[in-house]
T-cell receptor, first 114, second 114 residues
Framework: DPKIIQKPKYLVAVTGSEKILICEQY?????MYWYRQSAKKPLEFMFS???????DNQTASSRFQPQSSKKNHLDLQITALKPDDSATYFC?????????????FGPGTRLLVL | GDSVTQTEGQVTVSESKSLIINCTYS????????LFWYVRYPGEGLQLLLK?????QKGSSRGFEATYNKEATSFHLQKASVQESDSAVYYCALSRNNNNAPRFGAGTKLSVKP
């Protein structure tokens, strides 16, 4: 059974629209993360949460807003979508927000903005 | 801030030959970081391959080894005899035991020829 669920798997959006990417983890972890990977670019850290509190934000744009309704949920709301937002978005979790901890990644949501 | 460099974007090796994937890091903060190798097999999510949190130590998993060389600031991934099933994308990563985000390298795509 998948331990980290990301929905949807694929998403096509039009420029200017808003989308929410869903992430749920069933590993009992206390920390969750969002990463992004665009074509031919490195994996890019976006946000980290620990016990539903924001710990680190490396995303310059306020169009990206994480939402944590439960400890095992960390959704990503993206507003005013642009073609440059096209990427695969990965959710991850770890036992705690501590450097030694292994991160477990979800399968990703592939977003295409037209 | 800290950074991770993987110089090869793609590596092709014949089955049963040896492999080395280079990873160097730049650590701007005091203290030694935690170092990781993650792997993404085709059609699967990113997963931990091995990690070393103590400078000078070696980590190993699935026949792969990496030594934390603090003098050379390197964490190269090696395998004595690769198999076709090792074909994947390998990511070197660095983290600190603080609230800062982990840093990933650009990834190295390994193709093993039968």
């Amino acid at each position: 059974d998948p331990k980290i669920i990301q929905k949807p798997k694929y998403l096509v959006a039009v420029t200017g629209s808003e989308k929410i990417l869903i992430c749920e983890q069933y590993l009992g972890h206390n920390a969750m993360y969002w990463y992004r990977q665009s074509a031919k670019k490195p994996l890019e850290f976006m946000f980290s949460y620990s016990y539903q509190k924001l710990m680190d934000n490396q995303t310059a744009s306020s169009r990206f807003q994480p939402q944590s309704s439960k400890k095992n949920h960390l959704d990503l709301q993206i507003t005013a979508l642009k073609p440059d937002d096209s990427a695969t978005y990965f959710c991850a979790s770890s036992q705690d927000h501590w450097g030694e901890d292994t991160q477990y990644f979800g399968p990703g949501t592939r977003l295409l903005v037209l | 801030g800290d950074s991770v460099t993987q110089t090869e974007g793609q590596v092709t090796v014949s089955e049963s030959k040896s492999l080395i994937i280079n990873c160097t890091y730049s650590a701007t903060s005091i203290g030694y970081p935690n170092l990781f190798w993650y792997v993404r097999y085709p059609g699967e999510g990113l997963q931990l391959l091995l990690k070393v949190i103590t400078a000078g130590q070696k980590g190993s998993s699935r026949g792969f080894e990496a030594t934390y060389n603090k003098e050379a600031t390197s964490f190269h991934l090696q395998k004595a005899s690769v198999q076709e099933s090792d074909s994947a994308v390998y990511y070197c990563a660095l983290s600190r035991n603080n609230n800062n985000a982990p840093r990933f390298g650009a990834g190295t795509k390994l193709s093993v020829k039968p």
